[in-house]
């Protein structure tokens, strides 16, 4: 299959505050011919993640910097349409971080061999992919135990939803915010949340106090701001923080007042930990056994918003900031 053109999303400029489809441009790459030892990949989805917000500034941070002018990169899952490489032939499905662009052309050690038998391929990009790992190994920092009851912020999220499944699997108690009463209604009727609220509908120490009087064990954050002030006042003596996210902050254009009681980490005597799921590259073939293992057995959902379109990437990624998906936002490019 020869492909003579491919259109991708370049990273136009820096956001001031939430970013807009003005930082995007939607260009055309021509397709230069195979080499050897190159394999050609067609994207099928493409992964637009909150993450992507750190990386659309000049300062420095865990990961480079988007250029201004360059392609976006980030997670895709796609097919093999050309090989140059023995270790791949035409029709084998790979996931990629050569997202944001409907073809490109990569060495074989860039690519990571999935299953076809796995559907939707695009699971391979949430629940099958760096989300669901950042929710398994989140659990496994702080070592999330039977008897633990634990609060999820962004619950709803792609890494939210994953991480309240992986613990009422371990048999612990889950609470979980989300939004809106809909993501209530998913949390727990479809991910089996115990307990879980809006946090629109009032002040979140409020509901969060009201809904577990005695406290909570663990807080997995991936909000910050508020959600992380109610937390560490609801928080039993020796309890973890899994600090994941803070997606309240990132598009603010100045910096806001961390919580009022942070003093509560002493008195509480509780553990805070940062993560990145990077560090856990070495683990993935246990996380892949593991929960590949519960997706296949029909014990996880899938929870997934599709967008279709490249050129509608930009909103995709923007949507995450308006609370517009449930479950991983995914862009369909197939």
Not at 278 to 286: H, I, L, N, P, S
Request: hydrophobic share 40%.
């Amino acid at each position: 299959m020869k492909i003579q053109k491919s259109r991708e999303i370049r990273f136009a400029s820096y956001p001031h505050g939430l970013p807009t489809e003005a930082n995007f441009t939607l260009a055309s790459e021509e397709s230069a011919p195979l080499e050897s030892g190159q394999v050609r990949v067609r994207n099928l989805f493409l992964s637009v993640d909150p993450y992507m917000r750190g990386r659309m500034t000049s300062r420095k941070s865990y990961i480079p910097p988007f250029e201004t002018g360059k392609v976006m990169d980030g997670g895709a899952v796609g097919e093999v349409v050309e090989s140059q490489a023995a270790e791949f032939q035409a029709g084998d499905v790979v996931t990629s971080n050569f997202g944001w662009r409907e073809t490109f052309t990569a060495p074989p050690d860039a690519l990571h061999k999935v299953s076809r038998d796995v559907q939707p391929l695009s699971a391979y990009l949430g629940i099958l992919g760096m989300t669901g790992m950042t929710a398994w190994a989140g659990l496994r920092l702080v070592d999330v135990q039977k008897a633990d009851t634990i609060y999820i912020s962004g619950a709803a999220g792609a890494v939210g939803s994953v991480a309240g499944q992986l613990a009422k699997l371990r048999g612990c108690r889950v609470v979980g915010s989300a939004g809106s009463a809909e993501k209530v209604r998913f949390l727990v009727e479809e991910c089996g949340f115990d307990a879980a609220f809006n946090y629109k509908s009032g002040p979140i120490a409020e509901q969060l106090q009201f809904i577990q009087p005695d406290g909570i064990d663990v807080y997995f954050d991936n909000v910050g701001g508020e959600s992380l002030e109610a937390a560490l006042s609801v928080l039993r003596v020796n309890g973890r923080i899994i600090a994941c996210g803070g997606i309240s902050s990132y598009n603010a254009e100045e910096a806001r007042p961390g919580p009022t009681n942070l003093f509560n980490i002493t008195v509480k005597r509780l553990t805070m930990t940062g993560m990145i799921v990077t560090d856990f590259m070495g683990q993935q073939a246990e996380f892949e056994k593991e929960v590949g293992g519960y997706f296949k057995e029909g014990k996880l959902k899938n929870k997934e918003t599709v967008v279709k379109g490249i050129e509608n990437a930009a909103a995709a990624f923007i949507g995450l900031f308006h609370g517009e998906n449930t479950g991983k936002m995914i862009v369909d490019v197939s």
